[in-house]
């Protein structure tokens, strides 16, 4: 699976970060506008010493950025966990691929379902397959591309959607329970923490179980999630609850593949060197 994001994608966020323009950032670098605009569209792949530059002024890691504008980085995938199957499903609104999770209890078989996706259909025939009936939907947040397919889901499979307090409830469930920090869900003998990861929504949370984080569009592979909610906050939920986890912890994110908080701290340029 290719990274989620490419330098473009990052120069935008990091810029966002700033709440800088594109005029701010040629102001900062002298690069060329017309340059700026093309390496923003993924048209351009900048020279390292530009690249260099660039992550100079957004307060990026200079050879983590390179690494990824020359698609030189990705991740080795985290360990399984002997405790439970995860199987990532890519359920697609349009052409746009979301990562959902089946997640099932080794040792009773009960089973949930992390995001729905908005056209679920993969998910209920993965379930078939594995002749599994899911007793929860955990959502991370309720846009569309990642809860759009609930009502579907919660016809096929009639149990309880896990959200966070303060996310809006989206269409498709009258069945929902709400969570925040801390609360654990059980499922089967699987302990599932909440962990509030704002920014991307107001509302966001992250599922960890054992060493595994089901993070939804929080940090992507080499890079973070949009701020639609609040630069800041999303800046803090990565670098104050998701990469002080162990480094060993698996982080399986909304879009593009699975990471580690090692491999994060040593590789994503917003975070590498500032985590100590
Ligand atoms: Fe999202």
Redesign the pocket.
Known sequence: MPLEDELGDILQKARDGKSWSRDDLVRATDLPVDDLQRIESYQLTPEDSDVLKLAQVLDLDGPALIDIAQDRWEPDKPADDPDFDLVCLNVFMGEYPVNCYLLRCKATGETAVVDTGANPKTIISKAREMGVRPGMILLT?A?P??AGGLGELSDAFDCPTYIDHKEPRPKGSNNFKIVKEGDEITLGKLRIQCIETPG??TGGVSYLINQTLLS??VIFAGSM?RANSSWEDLFNSITKKVLCLPDATGIHP?HGPATTVGQEKNHNPFFKGRMG
């Open positions: 947040h846009h591309d990642h991307h929504t939804g569009d999630g909304g």
